[in-house]
């Protein structure tokens, strides 16, 4: 481990909580501008962040009538961000099921070049049947066959990419996210930058500890896997007014949004279920079983139920209407004392920040935490390369070949 | 000198041997200068791959903000969702001030696998079906869905959203898109008249670039708008001419006259001196419309062709 940590922005557009665009002082309609997204990028090189990352699905947002999605095609995002910034390194979410690789590989490796060097790719397969609609599909493929045409496409663009030889940091950082079987697989065979969702510390440690021992499996260095799990940050100068801020969040969420969000990543019809009763077990399935919906997240809400099993309407509250990742509530000397710690017990090797609001959340972050992380000497104070490879520690691997076993693919065409 | 302006774009590309992004952002700086109505960006040159234009042009807007961009781009390779989201984010982006040269071509690996008539092989039906969907999709969530009420919990009045459900012989494509329309209504949607034929032109391009050396161009433009149901004012004819660096503008001049040219796509000698020249140089002296407030403006196109989407769907 590296003796300082890793730091993302996702700029989730206006937020990760259900009611982040209804925060006091914010403008509702802000991200579907595009100076809310370079603002914040020109905020996280100032304050000396490894990279941004954007989050994307290929669709309009069912949930749209009560919380923003994301409005803009993440490559052209990064290129307009590339445009107006030096050294901040940017993260693009693809999806493999619905790109042709050839299109995609050249697309990626010139968003490299015209960033100097700069670039990740997130891959991520896309689930949902609402995505696959609009790329002539009745339904979406099936889990693990989604999984297969993404080891196989990874292996063919970064191929791509290695034949170009104009990349300043070698080839752009393969990114991946994904808490399944077939996803961890993925992620110890080619990721490079790991994004994870953990809740709990054990957990998590565990996790990093089992994509690390993928990856010597494989035949690869520990060392060139960075883990990120995903943090959401509520900041107070007070705790009594962190706390506060959390409350405010809760009032502001939508709770039309809350229910149909937590019934799509459940599977599950929410109605008839009684809002001070707790979920009852025999709904909920195994994690690998689930079609429809992210496994990750599926798999995160079902820890909860299951290990502290709150009412519906707790665990509403709990979850905030976001994606489900941890949220840490306090001062900025508490939110670094826990960041600190999951990063010393090898949890983490960094995080990937979802801000409570964007713009105001973003604004705290790097006014308070960021300081406090770098007087700790757990964060920089400036750049020392020019590179997303290089502001992440990472050297250049060697070209994954024969990633997946093809058979079954060429089996199921 | 002409007394009126008239829409003069400037083609070059970035990468590929042509220009470095450096170079491409001093062309830029200066094309915006001499008030050019808008770069035209290659997507490929000859056998070589540039930057990929609809990249180069969101690079490129992110620096110069009253410049207008014409990205080129085939329907081979990129499935229609994806290749109007990336337009129309820029578009947005950049205020209104891009449009998409589509190049006729083949399909992607995407779409292939659920081509609905796998017997439709034919390019320009393909891009007529391409093109009616682009547009369709850039419509389907109108701006003024935007409400932002935050005290009644109303993000977007979701009733003007409307998914396309296209199923044509090419594509499948359900929608809407995920981002509002544009300043301009949606981007600008040319095409090279050597590629397609004029009936297909007609229908589905507000652009249509041709030889400024053929002097039919605008007659059988003319004509064909006349058979689709559409006006000579819903389309701007572009002469596509190489010019030399210490050019006037005379011959120009003569060949818009003369061949009832909308306006002009110059094509400068290769490398940023060449296209420095021509920008610095010829340019002024063609009394130049920039794209204000909007690329659609600075072509002389009616503010929003909502006929387009009818006569296309």
């Known amino acids: ?413 | 000198m002409s007394t009126q302006t008239i829409p003069v774009l400037v083609e070059v590309a970035v990468g590929g041997g042509a220009l470095t992004v450096a170079e491409a952002d001093r062309v830029a700086e200066a094309a915006q200068e001499a008030g050019v109505t808008a770069l035209r960006l290659l997507d490929t040159l000859g056998e070589r791959s540039t930057v990929e234009a609809t990249l180069a042009a969101a690079y490129l807007a992110g620096r110069h903000d009253r410049l207008g961009f014409l990205a080129d781009a085939s329907t081979t390779r990129n499935a229609p969702y994806n290749l109007a989201r990336r337009v129309l984010s820029v578009d947005r982006a950049a205020a209104g001030r891009l449009g998409l040269l589509l190049h006729p071509g083949s399909g992607d690996e995407v779409s292939d696998a659920t081509t609905p008539d796998t017997t439709a092989t034919v390019a320009g039906e393909r891009w007529s079906e391409y093109a009616g969907l682009l547009a369709r999709l850039w419509e389907s969530f109108p701006r003024e869905a935007l409400l932002g009420d935050a005290e009644r919990a109303l993000l977007v009045d979701d009733a003007l959203i409307a998914a396309v459900g296209h199923e044509g012989r090419y594509y499948r494509v359900a929608g809407p898109l995920d981002g509002p329309t544009s300043l301009q209504g949606r981007p600008v949607v040319a095409a090279d008249a050597r590629e397609l034929g004029w009936d297909e032109l007609a229908t589905g391009a507000d652009v249509v670039v041709v030889d400024a050396d053929r002097a039919d161009g605008a007659a059988a433009l003319s004509a064909a708008l006349e058979r689709v149901g559409r006006r000579r004012s819903d389309v701007a004819l572009l002469g596509r001419i190489p010019v030399a660096a210490t050019e006037g503008a005379g011959r120009l001049l003569d060949r818009l006259a003369g061949h009832d040219l909308d306006g002009l796509v110059l094509v400068p000698p290769g490398g940023a001196d060449g296209a420095l020249a021509v920008i610095r140089h010829l340019v002024p002296q063609l009394s130049p419309s920039p794209a204000e407030p909007t690329l659609r403006a600075g072509l002389g196109l009616t503010p929003v062709a909502a006929r387009l989407t009818e006569a296309v769907a």
């Not at chain 1, 039309?256 to 077990?281: K, T, V, W």
């Not at chain 1, 972050?365 to 960021?370: A, K």
Request: hydrophobic share 40%; proline share 6%.
């Open chain 1, 1 to 413: 481990m590296s003796a300082q940590l890793h730091l993302n922005v996702n700029i989730l557009n206006a937020g990760v909580f259900g009611g982040s665009w209804r925060f006091p002082g914010t403008d509702p309609l802000a991200s579907f501008s595009i100076d809310h997204y370079t603002s914040i990028a020109r905020k996280a090189e100032a304050a000396k962040l490894d990279a941004v990352f954007l989050a994307d699905t290929p669709v309009l947002d069912p949930q749209l009538r009560h919380r923003p999605g994301n409005s803009f095609e993440p490559t052209t995002v990064l290129a307009r961000i590339a445009a107006q910034t030096e050294r901040i390194g940017l993260i693009g979410t693809l999806s493999s099921s619905y790109n042709d690789p050839a299109e995609l590989g050249r697309r990626l490796g010139d968003l490299d070049l015209l960033s100097g060097g700069r670039f990740g790719w997130n891959v991520v397969t896309t689930a949902g049947p609402v995505a696959a609609a609009n790329f002539g599909r009745l339904g979406e493929p099936e889990h693990a066959l989604r999984y297969r045409r993404a080891a196989e496409m990874v292996e063919q663009v970064v191929a791509t990419w290695d034949e170009r030889a104009d990349s300043p940091q070698g080839r752009p950082v393969v990114v991946q996210a994904g808490g399944s079987t077939d996803g961890k697989r993925l992620a110890s065979r080619v990721g490079e930058v790991i994004f994870s969702a953990e809740q709990d510390l054990a957990k998590a440690v565990a996790f990093r500890t089992e994509l690390r021992a993928g990856a010597r499996e494989w035949g690869r260095s520990p060392e060139e896997l960075v883990v990120l799990p995903g943090v959401s940050t509520v900041l107070g100068s007070t705790e009594a007014e962190a706390r506060e801020r959390r409350e405010v969040l809760d009032d502001v969420l939508p709770q039309a949004y809350a229910r149909q969000r937590l019934a799509g990543q459940l599977g599950f019809s929410l109605e008839g279920l009684d809002d001070d009763a707790s979920i009852p077990a025999e709904l909920l399935h195994d994690p690998d079983r689930v079609g429809g919906t992210t496994q990750t997240f599926y798999r995160i809400v079902r820890d909860i139920i299951e290990c502290e099993n709150p009412t519906l309407r707790q665990l509403l509250r709990k979850l905030g209407g976001g994606g489900g990742h941890r949220i840490v509530v306090g001062t900025p000397e508490q939110v670094a004392d826990d960041l600190e710690t999951w990063f010393r017990q090898g949890a983490a090797d960094g995080f990937n920040v979802m801000p409570d609001v964007l713009p105001s959340g973003f604004d705290e972050f790097v006014d308070h935490l960021v300081p406090e992380l770098q007087r700790r000497g757990l964060f920089r104070t400036e750049y020392t390369g020019t590179t997303l490879r290089e502001h992440l520690g990472l050297g250049l691997p060697g070209v994954p070949s024969g990633v997946w076993d093809r058979s079954p693919l060429e089996a199921a065409r």
